[in-house]
């Protein structure tokens, strides 16, 4: 009996290290599998195109070679950060060291989960009182950026007051000076291989983490996404979701350019991705376009073709 148990642990054993095996194989399978090609992309980009009704981009990366793509035109044209740039500014204010105060903290959570533009100024200010001044803090965003790959990143931004339109968000904070000038880093630009890059940097940064968490709206913001009015988990939140990507949208130029954008790490792979409605919309809200539509068909179509199943 002694040498029936024995054998069956043994098996079992063998069993457990052939799927441990199989499973690293697989793993080394998929981060060594080439990537689409750029004419594969742009596929994928125009029908996207021809079916939501506006200009699609798309990037992929693990860490070395961009490939990208756009229904129509360059893919190095500029475009505006938005709300990706809150990824930045969180990465650079953790980066001073010290402790952070309590609604310091929630203001990072509220930048990042719930993509708060109250928090966003909160934490601008807190960071450049902690560097020193506009400048430094300039300095220590184009550092974050430089250290992810990005290579063509404007942040010559401006700086701007707010009196009233964070009252109730910011009425509690401990930062002071948090109504006063903050460095506008939602209107740097870049281009979409610089995105791609950051995305793929994204597991490596200390708030990878937050960025993996379900979207929520941010408490009280008083601006923004406040005006959001569904789920702000589309696009990778949707299409993604079983993989837990890290991920942040970003969005806005309404009168102008308007862009929808979303930078995601998933497993080995850094993606940019973005829309531009031909539409324009009352207010840049994306459930007022095909935004949502538009991206989860873009990142559904683009997962058979990295291996992400």
């Known amino acids: 009996?002694?040498?029936?148990?024995?054998?069956?642990?043994?098996?079992?054993?063998?069993?457990?290290?052939?799927?441990?095996?199989?499973?690293?194989?697989?793993?080394?399978?998929?981060?060594?599998?080439?990537?689409?090609?750029?004419?594969?992309?742009?596929?994928?980009?125009?029908?996207?195109?021809?079916?939501?009704?506006?200009?699609?981009?798309?990037?992929?990366?693990?860490?070395?070679?961009v490939v990208a793509a756009a229904s129509s035109g360059p893919t190095t044209r500029p475009f505006r950060m938005w709300s990706v740039g809150k990824v930045a500014t969180a990465v650079a204010l953790l980066e001073r060291g010290g402790t952070l105060r309590a609604d310091v903290r929630r203001a990072i959570t509220d930048a990042l989960v719930g993509s708060g533009n109250c928090a966003q100024r909160q934490l601008m200010v807190e960071l450049q009182r902690r560097a020193g001044g506009i400048e430094p803090a300039r300095r220590a965003l184009a550092r974050v950026l430089r250290r992810a790959g990005v290579r063509h990143a404007s942040i010559a931004v401006g700086a701007a007051s707010n009196r009233a339109g964070c009252r109730r968000y910011l009425k509690n904070a401990s930062t002071p000076g948090v109504t006063g000038p903050s460095l506008q880093i939602g209107t740097a630009t870049w281009r979409l291989s610089d995105a791609a890059r950051f995305a793929h940097a994204l597991d490596g940064l200390p708030v990878a983490g937050l960025l993996r968490r379900a979207k929520r709206h941010a408490p009280d913001d008083g601006v923004g996404t406040s005006d959001v009015t569904g789920d702000l988990g589309w696009g990778a939140g949707v299409a993604l979701k079983d993989l837990k990507p890290a991920y942040k949208a970003g969005w806005g130029g309404l009168g102008g350019p308007l862009i929808y954008e979303q930078v995601i790490r998933v497993r080995d792979v850094g993606i940019a991705v973005t829309f531009e409605p031909r539409a324009q919309p009352a207010h840049d809200d994306p459930y007022r376009t095909r935004t949502p539509q538009a991206l989860a068909q873009l990142l559904r179509g683009l997962r058979p073709l990295l291996g992400l199943r």
């Open 1 to 65: 009996m002694l040498r029936v148990l024995l054998g069956l642990a043994i098996a079992a054993l063998v069993a457990g290290e052939a799927r441990a095996a199989a499973s690293e194989h697989g793993a080394a399978a998929r981060q060594t599998s080439p990537l689409p090609t750029a004419a594969t992309l742009r596929g994928l980009a125009r029908e996207v195109d021809r079916r939501h009704g506006g200009r699609a981009q798309v990037a992929v990366t693990r860490g070395g070679r």
